[in-house]
């Protein structure tokens, strides 16, 4: 199927109506499964930094946006890493210290991203 005939038949099933949902929320929908379709097919885009460490640069720019679906498989893509590895930061971010301190006080990650979220203004 060339590119045209691919696009046709994609705005086709976007037209369709969806259990009465509104236009709103099926926009919301289809963006959802957009990011559902690329973490199933995750290992099919380049992750080659997957498992490297992170720099101080890369967590603040992760933890300058909101923690949404979308930023997550965007900063996934900028810096060619898992879906997953974007959710751990923006969730150890948002962790208290008193759960850290019982459950991975001498993590040298969870301490990056918690210094990071700091210099940031960021509160749990």
Do not use: H
Request: hydrophobic share 35%; with cysteine; proline share 2%.
């Amino acid at each position: 199927m060339n590119r045209a005939e691919f696009k046709r038949q994609v705005l086709s099933l976007f037209s369709e109506s969806v259990d009465g949902l509104s236009l709103e929320e099926k926009v919301n929908y289809i963006e959802n499964l957009l990011i559902e379709y690329q973490k199933m097919n995750e290992d099919e885009r380049d992750t080659s930094n997957k498992g490297e460490s992170w720099t101080d640069e890369e967590l603040k720019i992760v933890l300058s946006s909101a923690p949404t679906k979308y930023n997550c498989m965007k900063y996934a893509r900028i810096f060619k890493r898992g879906y997953g590895s974007i959710e751990q930061i923006y969730r150890w971010a948002a962790t208290t210290d008193k759960m850290i301190q019982e459950k991975r006080p001498n993590d040298v990650f969870v301490k990056r991203i918690k210094k990071v979220a700091k210099e940031l203004g960021l509160r749990v």
